[in-house]
């Protein structure tokens, strides 16, 4: 009998050949997608593969050299290199080769869009987009899906403009079909960065480019259910469909073992997956704000994965200071501020508790029911003391230690808290102003710098820093001499802070036995790294990216990956982490140093 590891052996590839179209949605889910043919597309060539996660997924062996050989790009390839036979295609009995036509179908999902004409799901979903299919890798199941792979008839401009289009019709943008490689390689590079430092996302496994910048990029993520592929069964009223995707959704969750001990009843079963959303998004809210992440929440979920993960990466951005009064302009309308996602978030949980309520006991209440319902009073306290955490993490304390401050220093932490809000809230005197793809009121203080230095400082002396230097420290580049006017209020804040900076220092010793400057010492190290002074925003990546086409020429599948692999280890701020090196070449090192000096120029911005 032939072994796993002769298989392997024989064809390392093999795996490959279980992207076929097949996924559990198709079976488990009927109303939840519609089907296209595919057949294969000509003319591309591998731009970039992500070794390090073929490798997580089990696509490739463990110890396949970062190479793109012959027979792995042919695979990809043939794996990846698809477009469907799409409905303008059937009406205008365009014939293609047989040959060149995959046996399987291809599945477009179907979610809520509040882009599309119809409110309720009946016309939205997977654009431009089809799912590849499913691979289980050592207890695991990752879903694989690609962009740029033709025109479907889900897209908002099939709808608006009451036809379909042929893929690639260059009189539509999104409409047409296809994607673009600088798409391909913001989404790479940001979700790699993020992906580093914990956040749920979808990564990209591949880039398939074709003349004129046209791309497919293949993403993966282990679950790529939205609340959207729920809400729209929800508006409708489906409760057949809506419980499908429901169950659908859990049963992936404890296949993964992402969840445990989940109840079997049907009605506790219900109650996790609520008290699991809960948990996800109110965490997920408080994450994004003090990360100073913008994405583009909105009730209809379609731009966030039901674990919160983070997908579209389009208009996702990552702030150098808290800029909460950018709005992002989509033509039709500006998008939500950065402080308004929690509402989202929380409007989101709302038609988690109405799923919940409709598919417990038959009766779809509206959505206004809900609104004192006991479960966001959850969603809040979950909110404030991730909120809580999260700064003190910033500050350089364990999780360990930032539990024990939360439960025996309440009343500090929360001070400390509302004085960090105080000055970080803090925006010009210039008032709003436009930017190059909405408004933004500019934040004036770049608090990671305050608590970046204020350790170190203390380590060295014996007493507090003079308002004028704490001001000096944590000024950003957008602030004018009116902006940082020390005022009474603010003379008050600038004391407390280090009052109350310091009592957390002085009650951790103590509780550790040890001296103020050994806890100072293990916050300063941990916290030079959490606040690193060059940390990645928007407006970088987007510069970055068009640094990183301008060489393409000279990268090769396998130095595209190299240089990946080093500016995420660059960015990934959690100290615990140990960071892995690799061997850099001459014109690897000189293009990543630019990359960083474009991270430094663009630091506070937006």
């Known amino acids: 009998m032939t072994t796993a590891k002769q298989k392997i052996q024989s064809d390392p590839y093999q795996k490959f050949n279980q992207i076929n179209g097949k996924h559990p949605l198709m079976k488990s889910c009927p109303d939840s997608f519609i089907s296209y043919k595919a057949r294969k597309r000509k003319g591309g060539k591998v731009s970039f593969f992500n070794f390090d996660l073929a490798k997580e997924m089990g696509i490739i062996p463990k110890d396949h050299p970062h190479q793109l050989t012959k027979e792995l790009e042919a695979k990809i390839l043939d794996t990846f290199s698809i477009v469907i036979i799409n409905e303008f295609d059937q009406i205008h009995e365009i014939k293609y080769p047989e040959d060149e036509i995959l046996p399987n179908d291809y599945m477009a999902t179907r979610y809520l869009q509040l882009q599309h004409p119809n409110k309720q799901g009946k016309t939205s979903g997977d ?10 890798n050592k207890g695991k199941t990752w879903d694989i899906s ?3 792979t033709g025109a479907t008839r889900l897209s908002p401009a099939t709808h608006i403009q009451k036809k379909y289009f042929q893929t690639g019709d260059p009189s539509i943008s999104y409409g047409c079909g296809y994607s673009e490689i600088d798409e391909g390689l913001g989404t790479l590079f940001f979700s790699e960065v993020l992906n580093r430092n914990g956040y749920q996302t979808e990564r990209v496994l591949g880039i398939i480019e074709f003349t004129k910048g046209i791309a497919i990029n293949i993403r993966a993520h282990v679950n790529l259910i939205r609340p959207s592929h729920m809400f729209n069964h929800l508006k409708q009223g489906n409760y057949e469909a809506l419980s499908n995707v429901v169950n659908y959704f859990i049963d992936r969750e404890i296949t993964n073992k992402r969840w445990t001990d989940v109840p079997t009843s049907k009605k506790a079963r219900l109650k996790f997956f609520l008290d699991k959303q809960i948990e996800t998004f109110a965490k997920l809210s408080a994450n994004f704000e003090d990360d100073y992440i913008f994405c583009w929440l909105d009730w209809d979920g379609d731009n966030i994965l039901m674990d919160g993960g983070i997908i579209d990466y389009g208009s996702v951005r990552q702030f150098g200071l808290f800029h909460h009064e950018y709005r992002y302009d989509d033509v039709q309308r500006y998008s939500t501020t950065i402080k308004e996602q929690k509402d989202k978030a929380k409007y989101i949980v709302k038609c988690f508790i109405q799923i919940y309520d409709y598919l417990t006991g038959k009766e779809k209440k509206p959505i206004n029911a809900y609104n004192k319902h006991p479960k966001l009073e959850e969603f809040e306290n ?35 808290k509302n004085i960090f809000s105080f000055f970080e809230r803090s925006k010009s ?15 004036i203080f770049c608090m990671r710098d305050i608590l970046r230095e204020l350790p ?19 000024k950003s580049s957008y602030a004018t001499e009116e902006d940082i006017e020390i005022n009474p209020t603010r003379a008050k804040k600038i004391d407390d802070f280090q009052s109350v900076y310091l009592e957390l220092i002085d009650f951790v010793s103590k509780k550790n036995q040890v001296t103020r400057l050994d806890t100072l010492l293990a916050v300063t190290m941990r916290s030079s790294i959490i606040n690193k002074y060059d940390r990645v925003t928007g407006d970088s990546i987007t510069t970055i990216v068009n640094k990183v086409l301008t060489h393409r020429p000279k990268l090769n599948s396998e130095q595209m990956f190299e240089l990946m692999h080093e500016f995420a280890e660059y960015q990934n701020l959690d100290p615990d982490t140990k960071r892995l090196s690799r061997e850099r070449n001459t014109e690897h090192s000189k293009i990543m140093r630019g990359m960083l000096k474009i991270v430094r120029t663009y630091r506070e911005g937006i």
């Open 382 to 416: 979950i909110f404030q003391r991730q909120k809580s955490n999260n700064l003190l993490l910033k500050i350089g304390y364990t999780q360990e230690t930032c539990d024990l401050l939360i439960s025996k220093k309440t009343a500090a932490v929360e001070n400390l």
């Open 456 to 474: 170190q400082i203390y380590l060295h002396r014996d007493d507090i820093l003079k308002r004028e230097e704490f001001m000096e420290i944590m």
């Open 429 to 443: 005197v210039l008032g709003p102003e436009e930017v190059s793809d909405g408004i933004n009121w500019n934040a």
């Open 127 to 136: 654009g431009r987009s089809i799912w590849n299919g499913a691979i289980s």
């Open 146 to 148: 690609s962009c740029g």
